[in-house]
Structure formats: structure tokens, C-alpha cells
């Protein structure tokens, strides 16, 4: 592949560019570790001139590249003093990691703008401010998609580098506040973090997943480091926990309620249907398509009909189907519903949400359950990354909803 043929010409004596393996990086998806053992500062240079050009995922894997290198930190806080990149480019875990690894952690953390603070305050302070809050379990669960999976594993997703979520002995909102945004309260000295430095001057921050006379394995974001003890210049252990502070900066009050109400278990179970495969949707020349084929069901009696590719029998308002869409870039998108629905007595509505924003639509009915049309239900901004859509009926359902072959979004800016 393209990466085996650039290390062969290496091997050769035909050194390739920094500039022109960067290039490839950004123009064509090679993996990041092409440039891993670069340490020219214009690795980072040319790494953050492309951001705009990198999608969510390759920002990362970016983001762990310049991290690993105290010159590349000093670099990245260079470019959050110009507007290079924004706080928000990084994540909790990211800002953490680049408070600990600068030069002048006073200077990163005002760039960040993440001062120490008092934890216990912090901690008051969302408890307050949660209070006479609903948690929404499934909302939460994409809180948990986005924020925790990378280091917690629960209900098959995730990765194992903290603890079993589940296995909390107190999931009061209270307790489960303090473990989220006061993770060094208290730690289990399995989940403390150790930081290794390797003789090449390559930083690795993660929990001992392993550890034998001549390797230890460093487990971080869901990534295991395999490093031989003749290759560590020092391995640090600390106090603090693997968690990183801070995470209030990227979650509301209400993403925390979501968040308690699904870890405290209240029921997101879906529904299990031949033909039925829940996937993250992608746009491809403007348009995402949304089939029932790949949406998650919920409720008391909504189904899958394999025969048919909808879903039929929508007669609670606990009934519900949601879509996953991965966007490199957001927008407005314009919403079109295929459908059936014979005439029927009363007004039933259909509630779209996504992206914080609703659309209420007012069901068409097609003559028959065998006829089907298309329906344009109105627009929706979405924000770049991971977005979750919900189809529920409104307050007020009479009968049966509608027969749903699936949504389409159209870009229109």
C-alpha cells in the first residue's frame, strides 16, 4: 500500500519530504503515522495550515501526533493564540494533556481557557443548575457516545480503559456527578495515569493494561501502547486519575441529566428485526440517505417490516426511530419523508428532532398503505461530527402514525 511504498524508498536512501508526506496525509487519508518519527517542526506547521481540510476523525489522530511532542504542544498553543485552531478543536482529554505537556502550563491553560478551579464548586454548581431537569436515557446515550466511549465500555460500546459504568454501587445524579466532573477525588490506583517517555522524545499518556520484564502496555482512549522497557527513556506514574478534568466546558446542564438518566439505566433497550441494521449514516454528493433499514426502533409496537423496508404498526408515542449521521461539515439540510398513510379521521403529527432543533409535520395521507409519496418537512441545521435524528408521534395520536420507508437531507447551504 501507499504507506509500505514510501518506506520502502526511505529504506532506499530516497528520503520523501516532510512536506510532500504531510501532503499525502491530508489529500489523500494515509495514516498519521507516516509522519510519527518526523521531527521537524514543520510536521506541526503544515499539520494545522490543513486543519480546515480535516474531517472529525483525522483531526484527531492529528491532535494525538502533535500532542506526543513537547515542541509540536508549544506549536498547537502558537496556533490557539492566532485563531489557528479554537479550544473547542480539542477535547477535554486533549486540553489536559496539553496543560500538562507545556512549557508554561499557566499560559496553556489561559489559552484554553481552563483555569484549576475548585472541583467541589463546579461539581455544586451543575447539581443546581440540574435540578427540576428530565433526563432524556436515549439523548444521554449519544452524550456517552460522544464524551465517554473512548475510555468507558457500556452496553457493547466503548472502550474498557476506566471502570464498568454499570458496576457503580451509587448512580445517584450527586455521586455520578463527582465521578464525571471531580474524577481525582478519589482514584483507584489501577486508574491512575502514568505518562512514558520514549528515548526519541515521544510522550504517551494511559493506564498499565499490561506489564511484563520487558514491555508495558499503556491503554488511552481506547488505544493499547505496546512499549519495550529498552525503548523508555523514564515512565512516570501519577496521582491523578486517567479522567480528565474539565469536561463541563464541552456539556450543558441538560447533556449532564441525559447523560445520569442513561447511566442510572433507564431503559434505551431497542428492537431487535431481521433486515434491520443500525449504522452511522454519511453524505455523498450533498445528500444523507436515512432508510428504516439502518434506523434504531424503539417502543411498545413499532416494527420493521422486512418485506416492505418501513416501519409499520406506529401507534404509541413511545414509539421512536432514530438515525446516527456523520457530517465532515455542517449545515442546513432539507428534510424529505417517504411515506404511507390512508385517510383517516383526526390530525396526527409527526415530531422531528436533530441538532437541537424540532420539525412538526402534520401527517399526508398517501389513499392507502400501499401507496407511497414523498414529503418535504422543512430544514434542519446540523453541526459538524456525530448528529443523532429522532422520529416520534406528537402528544394526541389516533390509530396508527404512518408507514416510514425513510428520510433523506438534502444540503442547501
Same mark, same amino acid.
Given at each position: 500500500d501507499l504507506v509500505d511504498r514510501l518506506r520502502i524508498l526511505e529504506r532506499a536512501g530516497e528520503a520523501v519530504p516532510t512536506s510532500r508526506l504531510v501532503q499525502v496525509l491530508v489529500a489523500e487519508g494515509a495514516p498519521m503515522r507516516l509522519v510519527a518519527t518526523r521531527v521537524e517542526p514543520q510536521v506541526a506547521e503544515l499539520l494545522i495550515a490543513s486543519w480546515r481540510s480535516l474531517t472529525p476523525g483525522r483531526r484527531r489522530e492529528a491532535l494525538t501526533l502533535l500532542l506526543a511532542r513537547p515542541l509540536f504542544v508549544e506549536q498547537v498553543l502558537t496556533a490557539l493564540e492566532s485563531g489557528a485552531l479554537v479550544p473547542s478543536d480539542l477535547d477535554a482529554h486533549q486540553r489536559e494533556l496539553c496543560v500538562e505537556r507545556a512549557t508554561d502550563a499557566e499560559r496553556a491553560r489561559q489559552v484554553l481557557t481552563s483555569p484549576p478551579g475548585d472541583r467541589a464548586a463546579v461539581v455544586t454548581e451543575f447539581l443546581a443548575a440540574m435540578d427540576g431537569l428530565t433526563g432524556d436515557a436515549l439523548a444521554g446515550r449519544e452524550v456517552f457516545? !460522544?464524551?465517554? /466511549?473512548?475510555?468507558?465500555?457500556? &452496553?457493547?460500546?466503548?472502550? !474498557?480503559?476506566?471502570?464498568?459504568?454499570?458496576?457503580?454501587? &451509587?448512580?445517584?445524579? /450527586?455521586?455520578?456527578? +463527582?465521578?464525571?466532573?471531580?474524577?481525582?477525588?478519589? +482514584?483507584?490506583?489501577?486508574?491512575?495515569?502514568?505518562?512514558?517517555?520514549?528515548?526519541?522524545?515521544?510522550?504517551i499518556t494511559g493506564v498499565v493494561a499490561e506489564e511484563t520484564e520487558t514491555s508495558v502496555t499503556l491503554r488511552g482512549a481506547g488505544v493499547d501502547e505496546v512499549l519495550l522497557r529498552s525503548d523508555l527513556e523514564h515512565l512516570v506514574g501519577s496521582e491523578r486519575s486517567q479522567m480528565p478534568e474539565g469536561l463541563e466546558a464541552d456539556l450543558t446542564p441538560q447533556d449532564l441529566a441525559d447523560l445520569c438518566a442513561y447511566l442510572q439505566g433507564a431503559g434505551v433497550a431497542r428492537? +431487535?428485526?431481521?433486515?434491520?441494521?443500525?449504522?452511522?449514516?454519511?453524505?455523498?454528493?450533498? +445528500?444523507?440517505?436515512?432508510?428504516?433499514s439502518i434506523a434504531e426502533i424503539f417502543g411498545p409496537s413499532l416494527v420493521f417490516e422486512e418485506r416492505f423496508q418501513n416501519l409499520g404498526f406506529w401507534h404509541s408515542t413511545d414509539d421512536l426511530a432514530a438515525w446516527s449521521v456523520e457530517l465532515e461539515r455542517g449545515g442546513t439540510f432539507e428534510v424529505e419523508l417517504s411515506h404511507a398513510c390512508p385517510s383517516q379521521p383526526g390530525a396526527n403529527a409527526l415530531v422531528l428532532e436533530g441538532g437541537g432543533e424540532g420539525v412538526r409535520w402534520t401527517v399526508a395521507p398517501t389513499g392507502s398503505w400501499e401507496t407511497y409519496s414523498t414529503a418535504h418537512l422543512g430544514t434542519l441545521r446540523l453541526a459538524p461530527g456525530r448528529s443523532f435524528l429522532r422520529v416520534r408521534a406528537a402528544e394526541g395520536l389516533e390509530g396508527y402514525l404512518l408507514d416510514l420507508q425513510g428520510l433523506r437531507l438534502r444540503r442547501v447551504e
Open positions: 457516545r !460522544a464524551r465517554c /466511549a473512548a475510555c468507558h465500555r457500556l &452496553d457493547g460500546e466503548g472502550s !474498557a480503559v476506566g471502570p464498568d459504568l454499570r458496576a457503580l454501587s &451509587d448512580r445517584s445524579s /450527586a455521586a455520578l456527578l +463527582v465521578a464525571i466532573l471531580d474524577p481525582n477525588r478519589a +482514584v483507584e490506583a489501577r486508574y491512575r495515569s502514568y505518562t512514558a517517555r520514549t528515548w526519541d522524545g515521544v510522550l428492537r +431487535v428485526f431481521t433486515g434491520n441494521t443500525p449504522r452511522v449514516a454519511l453524505e455523498a454528493d450533498g +445528500v444523507v440517505e436515512l432508510p428504516a
